[in-house]
């Protein structure tokens, strides 16, 4: 059973920085795709980044690219989301997600399984 554990979460001043890590168990993901995607109040669930187990490929959202950076940990089945000068419409909850034997994930509709969310709150 595919388990995902996000924490990392927080509130940050707009400029500030955060890491988010993603916990993950249950397969050996070497063929998948892990994703980050957050929801913010009121709004749908939208794709943010993503990461190719095998071999590193990286895809971000038009919003984020220069600012946010998606990295794994191979032995530790960690995938992490380093986020720098957030700002205050980067406040939403962040979920990590995988995505079955895929070689790109931008859409929601694309991940499998999905972790329980954390709270990311950018105050201005």
């Known amino acids: 059973q595919v388990q995902l554990v996000e924490s990392g979460g927080g509130l940050v001043q707009a400029g500030g920085s955060l890491r988010l890590s993603c916990a993950a168990a249950g397969r050996t993901f070497s063929r998948d795709v892990m994703g980050w995607l957050r929801q913010a109040p009121g709004k749908g669930r939208q794709f943010v980044a993503a990461?190719?187990?095998?071999?590193?490929?990286?895809y971000y959202e038009d919003s984020v690219k220069g600012r946010f950076t998606i990295a794994r940990e191979n032995a530790k089945k960690t995938v992490y989301l380093q986020m720098n000068s957030l700002k205050p419409e980067d406040t939403a909850v962040y979920y990590c997600a995988v995505a079955i034997l895929a070689q790109v994930a931008v859409r929601r509709d694309e991940y499998n399984y999905w972790g329980q969310g954390t709270q990311v709150t950018v105050s201005s």
């Open positions: 990461i190719r187990w095998s071999g590193g490929s990286t």
